[in-house]
């Protein structure tokens, strides 16, 4: 299944680029501080729940769409707007709590010059599915995270993205665990 999703996930990368390449016109290539458009996110993430001293991270995967348009008239100021499948949790893979959610980022994000960026703001969890091997039981199914995170730039249009993010709520309340997770992905904007 993971195999799957994987190769699944670079084919959506690799037919992004192709479709990238047939449509750049050399007379509007814009450069990453004037990208504006929609996109496809893929990478990992790492999770936790918290306060957690014993339990280890768990590592997995996060995919989905993007949107990033202009704020105001100068052009290093955008919005970012996500739909994010992700699967997050704690422990190790063959036990642990599994959380899949669907993660909603609303971001504010800056250029800081043609490589780098820097974003945050909030984020909205919903918990779609969840598998225990504790007598855990989720008390919410929405919450809200605070994210930060930056940006560097390959080329124009692709870049890589790294995020962290604090459940600001608890996702449990017995015992009173709120999530946090980073995530390391690629993103392909067309």
Not at 53 to 66: D, E, H, I, K
Not at 87 to 105: A, D
Not at 150 to 158: C, E, I, M, V
């Amino acid at each position: 299944m993971k195999t799957s999703f994987l190769i699944f996930l670079l084919f959506l990368l690799f037919v992004g680029y192709g479709l990238q390449a047939q449509t750049i016109d050399e007379k509007e290539v814009k450069t990453q501080i004037e990208q504006e458009g929609f996109g496809i996110k893929g990478g990992m993430v790492g999770s936790n729940l918290t306060p957690s001293v014993s339990t280890p991270y768990r590592f997995s995967y996060q995919a989905g769409l993007v949107w990033q348009f202009k704020l105001g008239i100068e052009s290093k100021n955008f919005g970012l707007a996500e739909v994010l499948f992700s699967k997050e949790g704690t422990g190790p893979t063959s036990s642990g709590v599994v959380l899949y959610n669907i993660l909603i980022p609303i971001l504010y994000k800056r250029n800081m010059n043609h490589w780098l960026a820097f974003e945050a703001g909030p984020q909205l969890s919903i918990n779609i599915n969840d598998a225990f091997d504790t007598n855990w039981s989720p008390s919410k199914k929405l919450w809200y995270n605070a994210a930060i995170g930056g940006s560097a730039y390959l080329t124009n249009r692709n870049y890589i993205n790294f995020r962290f993010s604090k459940g600001l709520g608890p996702v449990y309340t017995n015992p009173n665990y709120s999530s946090i997770a980073f995530a390391l992905s690629f993103i392909n904007v067309f």
